[in-house]
């Protein structure tokens, strides 16, 4: 089996890099988090991919054959087609000293389901006795980028009255101070990362 590239992934390794310095701004909030959790500005850092690609096909079109008698034949793939793919697969995190609150979101980032719909026509010219078929994939590589950014608590807490009456405070909330630490790691991220959008080729096979 043959398979002709019409368009090639441009690769690449990423290693991490994060400036430690940070100017901490304390703030209160009237829930305990715990020591260490994260928060909405938690991020991936740059990714670190290993060398070994995987092709994970994401479509597949007919397949056309060039009957043996014929000198070659010239075959298109034009209709419209919609492709489905997704950022990374197979995502996975490692526990260091935070308690991921915002996993779901930083998940969805990199398992979200991505299609778009292709109009453009493509052509391979095809030699008697084989078949061509229209396929996309999308190029990956295993690999880990570190989650930054940790809400820390300084210890202190305080109580803020939330109803005042008119003599005094009849209600009060205990409050909980912190700064956020967007260099502190809070866990590392595990997955197939695309290295580019998908690829169109055609598979060249035998009749």
Known sequence: MTIVKVALAATFVCVATLANAFEPVTYWERHDYGQYSTYGDSRVGLWNLGRTTINDYVYYGQSQACQYGSTSCTQTFSQAAT????????????????????????????TEG????????????????????????VPRRAGSATVYGVRVATGATREDCTHQGPLHCYKHEKSWQYYNDPTRIASVIYANKNLSDPIHTFIISSL
């Open 83 to 110: 492709f489905t793919w997704s950022y990374a697969v197979g995502v996975t995190y490692q526990q260091t000293i935070v308690p991921l609150e915002d996993s779901i979101s930083i998940t969805s980032t990199y």
């Open 114 to 137: 991505r299609s778009y719909t292709d109009t453009n026509s493509y052509a391979v010219t095809v030699a008697p006795g084989k078949k061509s078929q229209y396929a996309e994939y």
